[in-house]
């Protein structure tokens, strides 16, 4: 370069460039000076406690942990540490999504919910555990767990999920989507929906995948507070399915709605504006994605 200084005094530098193969580009680049900011060692820590403390979470809920409690830090640096720390967990292998037939699609809270059965075992034998699900909260709504599964206990976790978000009032309009299960399709059930004013939505035969919301919701639910522990009875599954239920709604991030925990995305979206339109435009742009 020094000698290029000396002689472009006396020839064009495209011509320099020409004869010497530097380019002009290469002439002119000056090297910046990198800061790199280390990350806090508390900041790391407690990555790794998150990590090991819910053993089930990839980095982006981990990462959605920190953020949530305000800990600011890129996805990136997370997934480094926790690399580096072997905690880290195997890609997910999504399977083939099907799109949804002509089903009703919400736009808001308490518009549409999911219900279906999950089965627990227990080293005293099989029990059931039936769930509601707002599709667009993500919020468990209620549930019943049983050692029955029989039209009055899915009536019962309807009850339960009505008395717990709406104090026993249904507003109009909220549609319960289910599967072709004989507990659904009976009589018993078809009329305590009526009586309590929510209309049903049943899926076709042989699609599992349009009851998504709540499929996906068992398996989470399972990875995450179910499987981890071996119940011995009854009683000990109840116990943790109810801790379960106040961590899911309250705690546990969630990748659908901005990887919030559902109450605080519903609080959030009600009540902030800015957060609300923004969420809007990106279901908006998902939505145009899909078709």
């Known amino acids: ?63 959605a942990v920190l953020r949530n409690s305000g800990t600011h830090v890129n996805q990136k640096t997370v997934r480094k540490v926790l690399k580096e720390s072997n905690l880290n967990l195997p890609a997910s292998k999504h399977r083939g999504r099907t799109k949804r037939r002509n089903l009703f699609k919400p736009t808001g809270p308490d518009q ?106 068992h398996n989470s639910i399972k990875t995450d507070y179910i499987w981890p522990s071996e119940f011995r009875d009854f009683h000990e599954a109840s116990t943790e399915i109810g801790i379960a239920f106040t961590d899911y709604n309250e705690c546990r991030p969630h990748s659908s709605i901005d990887y919030l925990p559902p109450r605080e995305f519903r609080r959030k979206f009600l009540n902030d504006q800015t957060f609300r339109e923004r969420f809007e435009k990106k279901e908006v742009e998902v939505t145009l994605d899909e078709n």
């Open 1 to 63: 370069m020094m000698v290029i200084d000396e002689l472009k005094e006396q020839i064009p530098l495209r011509e320099i460039s020409r004869i010497s193969g530097i380019s002009l580009s290469g002439y002119y680049y000056k090297p910046r000076e990198r800061h790199v900011k280390r990350l806090d060692p508390s900041t790391r820590e407690r990555i790794k406690d998150i990590a090991s403390e819910r053993p089930t979470y990839g980095y982006r809920r981990v990462w």
């Open 112 to 217: 549409l919910w999911e219900t279906d059965i999950t089965y627990i075992s227990t080293e005293s034998g099989m029990t059931y555990l039936m769930c509601i699900k707002d599709t667009f909260t993500k919020e468990w709504q209620g549930y019943h767990y049983s050692r029955s599964c029989m039209s009055r206990d899915a009536i019962r976790s309807v009850e339960n999920a009505v008395l717990s978000a709406f104090d026993g009032s249904v507003p109009d309009g909220l549609v319960l989507r289910t599967d072709n299960g004989p507990q659904y399709i009976s009589r018993e059930f078809r009329n305590a929906m009526k009586i309590l004013g929510i209309k049903l939505e049943y899926i076709q035969k042989h699609t599992p995948e349009d009851n998504g919301d709540i499929e996906s919701f």
